[in-house]
């Protein structure tokens, strides 16, 4: 489960650009200045077995974190992440945040890159994120109840973003998948 969208990074470099819409800004600075405090309870109190937030190293670094740590692989949907408003148009314009080069190097760690990488929310996955939300792993029996704790708490957004898989021989711990949520 992801708690709060992504594209922070993309929306302030438009912004910086004077390429961003005003709207698209705030509704980026009010999920930044939403504390994680309450999903993190409400994640935990929903047996959350491992948890990181989502920062500089966006979503894919923070993913490859978890994935090493817990000896799991994990399969993000595309299509199932949480975006704020304006993040796939900016992206679509070219305009990326200065460190993503950087979390673009992480891509040895997805395994389907050449099937994945057209896709418009490719690029989000490597987006460095200010105040971002949690990832968090959590059994698919209590996924759907917690998740709608988290939207009653008022994290709107939270999305089941994908699932944990049993680690496999392959070197990348990451498949990419795109289908309906």
Same mark, same amino acid.
């Given at each position: 489960?992801? %708690?709060?969208?992504? #594209?922070? +990074?993309? !929306? ?6 004077? *390429? @961003?819409? =005003?709207?698209?800004? &705030? ?24 948890? %990181?937030?989502?920062? #500089?190293? +966006?979503? !894919? ?6 994935? *090493? @740590?817990? =000896?799991?692989?994990? &399969? ?106």
């Amino acid at each position: 489960i992801l %708690t709060k969208p992504l #594209g922070t +990074g993309t !929306l302030f470099a438009a912004d910086m650009q004077q *390429k @961003a819409k =005003g709207r698209w800004i &705030e509704g980026a600075l009010k999920t930044m200045v939403q504390s994680n405090r309450k999903a993190a309870l409400c994640l935990f109190s929903h047996g959350a077995s491992a948890c %990181t937030d989502v920062t #500089g190293f +966006g979503l !894919l670094g923070h993913t490859v974190e978890m994935t *090493k @740590a817990s =000896g799991v692989d994990v &399969e993000i949907n595309l299509d199932a992440l949480p975006i704020l408003d304006g993040a796939e148009a900016t992206v679509r314009l070219g305009i990326l945040s200065s460190l993503q080069p950087a979390n673009v190097r992480l891509r040895r760690a997805i395994r389907n890159q050449e099937a994945a990488r057209d896709h418009i929310r490719y690029p989000l996955i490597f987006d460095p994120q200010t105040s971002g939300g949690l990832l968090a792993s959590i059994s698919p029996e209590s996924a759907q109840t917690c998740l709608r704790a988290l939207h009653d708490l008022g994290y709107g957004a939270a999305a089941i973003v994908g699932r944990v898989t049993a680690e496999s021989e392959h070197l990348e711990p990451v498949t990419l998948i795109s289908r309906p949520h």
